[in-house]
């Protein structure tokens, strides 16, 4: 099993949609967890953390569960620039360092 | 500030070929890594310095040295490169202030596209 799971998608919406973004992950010891934003043929970049009593950026929010081990992301009132693909990531302490652990993304494609 | 900027963009390797991929940030971050992306896979950690001096094997190291050569910069050597070793390679760095309590973002440069025939 991975470590961190994600539905690959692609996830096809309108815009102006609402779309949700499911994210599981094994280790019931994960510290923090982020959603990072990957565009085509370009570097991961940090969306937002994630943190336990949800929170909110805009038309994004984030959402964890540690009882069941998900992390959510919803955006709202999708836009074409949103199409990307969004990573799932965890952080855990191994050997006294952190450790990132990283989804394999699940893409987004918002068409006119 | 350019943040992490990695060297080559894109290369063609034939097997058995040595080359070397550099990376340097100058956010005067304690910690560097490589990771390497493939499709369907997520970023799988090749190697990290946690601070100047110091590097450590991640998931997945064979096949690959690195050399912390200063604070800024930390280097990928393929010895011999292989065709499994076809991927896209992020360097990223992240402000480790003690061993647990760390800066939470990373920050990665560009990408590198290697392709091994």
């Known amino acids: 099993r991975k470590e961190v799971e994600q539905d690959p998608g692609p996830f096809n919406v309108p815009e102006g949609a609402t779309v949700a973004f499911n994210c599981t992950y094994s280790?019931?010891?994960?510290?923090?967890f982020f959603w990072y934003r990957q565009d085509c043929r370009k570097e991961p970049k940090l969306l937002m953390s994630?943190?336990?009593s949800g929170n909110e950026d805009g038309r994004f929010t984030a959402q964890l569960n540690r009882a069941s081990q998900y992390i959510s992301l919803l955006i709202r009132d999708s836009k074409l620039s949103d199409s990307a693909t969004y990573l799932c990531?965890?952080?855990?302490?191994?050997?006294?360092?952190?450790?990132?652990?990283f989804g394999a993304g699940t893409r987004l494609a918002v068409h006119p | 500030n350019a943040g992490v900027t990695q060297t080559p963009k894109f290369q063609v390797l034939k097997t058995g070929q040595s080359m070397t991929l550099q990376c340097a940030q100058d956010?005067?971050?304690?910690?560097m890594y490589w990771y390497r992306q493939d499709p369907g896979m997520g970023l799988r950690l090749i190697y990290y310095?946690?601070?100047?001096?110091?590097?450590d094997k991640g998931e997945v190291p064979n096949g690959y040295n690195v050399s912390r050569l200063n604070k800024r910069e930390f280097s990928l050597r393929l010895e011999s490169a292989a065709p499994s070793q076809t991927s896209v390679y992020f360097c990223?760095?992240?402000?480790?202030?003690?061993?647990?309590?760390?800066?939470?973002?990373?920050?990665f440069g560009e990408g590198s596209w290697l392709t091994v025939v």
């Open positions: 990531v965890v952080k855990e302490v191994s050997g006294g360092y952190n450790k990132l652990i």
């Open positions: 280790n019931s010891a994960s510290q923090s």
């Open positions: 956010m005067n971050h304690n910690s």
């Open positions: 994630v943190y336990s």
């Open positions: 310095s946690a601070s100047e001096g110091t590097t």
């Open positions: 990223a760095s992240r402000e480790q202030l003690s061993r647990v309590n760390s800066g939470n973002t990373i920050y």
